[in-house]
């Protein structure tokens, strides 16, 4: 039998109950050192390194961390899985690289390349792609570079279809 012992009335008085949500200003889901997400059968753990430094921890931008817009297209890939059978998917700005992983670890594309034009998301995103044994590539590219250079493309294994 579990005996609990009644709070005084000091301790009730000092208690408080906090719920947890994640659009709440004390609980920013970028800051976390890792997320743990799951789209259809497929879960993976990304490494972040967001810095409140008013470029998210990286020289461009905000490449350091999940966002919403991620998360998003990740759960839209694994509802229409099929489409992806047989692509070759590039994605631009991959930051962290949670949707070329998730597009790889869902099955069926022929090929995925991730490229980002800020080193430390490049490295954030190999990284991430070894610890959840995701088969892409990880390559720093500008996205002007490709316009400027139809070359460039071609050097990360293109024509892509997605």
């Excluded at 949670?98 to 080193?119: H, M, Q, R, Y």
Aim: proline fraction near 5%.
């Amino acid at each position: 039998a579990l005996a609990f012992a009644r709070p005084t009335a000091r301790r009730e008085s000092a208690m408080a109950l906090v719920l947890y949500d994640p659009a709440s200003p004390y609980c920013d889901p970028r800051t976390l050192p890792e997320r743990r997400l799951s789209f259809g059968d497929v879960e993976v753990v990304i490494e972040q390194a967001f810095a409140a430094d008013g470029r998210g921890g990286t020289e461009l931008g905000f490449g350091a961390a999940v966002y919403e817009a991620a998360i998003v297209l990740s759960d839209f890939l694994a509802i229409h899985r099929d489409e992806l059978r047989g692509k070759r998917v590039l994605e631009l700005g991959c930051g962290a690289g949670l949707v070329s992983i998730v597009c790889a670890k869902l099955g069926g594309a022929a090929a995925v390349v991730a490229t980002d034009g800020d080193a430390t998301s490049v490295a954030l995103a190999a990284a991430n792609a070894k610890r959840n044994q995701a088969a892409i590539r990880v390559e720093p590219l500008l996205w002007a570079d490709a316009a400027r250079d139809p070359a460039v493309l071609a050097r990360l294994g293109g024509p892509f279809d997605l």
